[in-house]
């Protein structure tokens, strides 16, 4: 089965600063990649699908990239609002594996 | 607007059955990719299993022959039977609509706790 590593598992950032996550896929998944972000006490939401397109809602500063194996999630400009963990999801044929998570704090 | 609400999680004993279920509105489950996502405490997102509007289901290894999903298209409900359950299926336990590209609907999840 397919398997999703994402680095780091936490990372500590300034308001502003430009931030970036990534995720590895062991095998090619073509752009079958989504990006979450989950808070305590609520639900995941999606922020980005299909590895670079942006959901609707979502603020602009949130941006996704990447194919085949190797993607990227960035967020230009931290805010405070940020502070959450966030998971990268292979989707398209079974199984459907998330990332384990990198939680992102304000230094 | 789409609304899930999941209901039937509880504390159970180790070797015991549950089933949670999420009861949807706003949308027909016959038509739609429907999902069950679990996330234990302190630990990441874990996807558990999923159906398509066909019937057609698939579950994560780590439940493969213990759960057991199920949608009853007259109540517009989605079902996971879980037995022979442990501390290690502990864990929020969400429903989550597929639409083509993500879940971009989820439930506010409910609560299995397995313990003595």
């Known amino acids: 089965d397919i398997q999703m590593t994402q680095s780091p598992s936490s990372l500590s950032a300034s308001v502003g600063d430009r931030v970036t996550i990534t995720c590895r896929a062991s095998?090619?998944?073509?752009?079958?990649l989504a990006w979450y972000q989950h808070k305590p006490g609520n639900p995941p939401k999606l922020l980005i699908y299909?590895?670079?397109s942006l959901q609707s809602g979502v603020p602009s500063r949130f941006s996704g990239s990447g194919s085949g194996t190797d993607f990227t999630l960035t967020v230009n400009g931290l805010q405070p609002d940020d502070v959450a963990t966030y998971y990268c999801?292979?989707?398209?044929?079974?199984?459907?594996?998330f990332g384990q998570g990198t939680k992102v704090e304000l230094k | 607007e789409v609304q899930l609400v999941e209901t039937g999680g509880t504390l159970i004993q180790p070797g015991g059955s549950l089933t949670v279920t999420c009861t949807a509105s706003?949308?027909?489950?016959?038509?739609?990719?429907m999902s069950w996502v679990r996330q234990a405490p302190g630990k990441g997102l874990e996807w558990v299993s999923s159906?398509?509007?066909?019937?057609?289901?698939h579950y994560a290894d780590s439940v493969k022959g213990r759960f057991v999903l199920s949608r009853d298209n007259s109540k517009n409900t989605l079902s996971l039977q879980m037995n022979g359950l442990s501390a290690a299926d502990t864990a929020f336990y969400y429903c989550a609509r597929f639409r083509i590209y993500g879940f971009d609907s989820w439930g506010q999840g409910t609560l299995l706790t397995v313990s003595s």
């Open positions: 095998q090619d998944i073509r752009n079958y």
């Open positions: 999801h292979k989707y398209g044929s079974a199984p459907w594996p």
């Open positions: 299909a590895a670079s």
């Open positions: 706003g949308l027909s489950l016959s038509t739609t990719f």
């Open positions: 159906i398509y509007p066909g019937g057609d289901i």
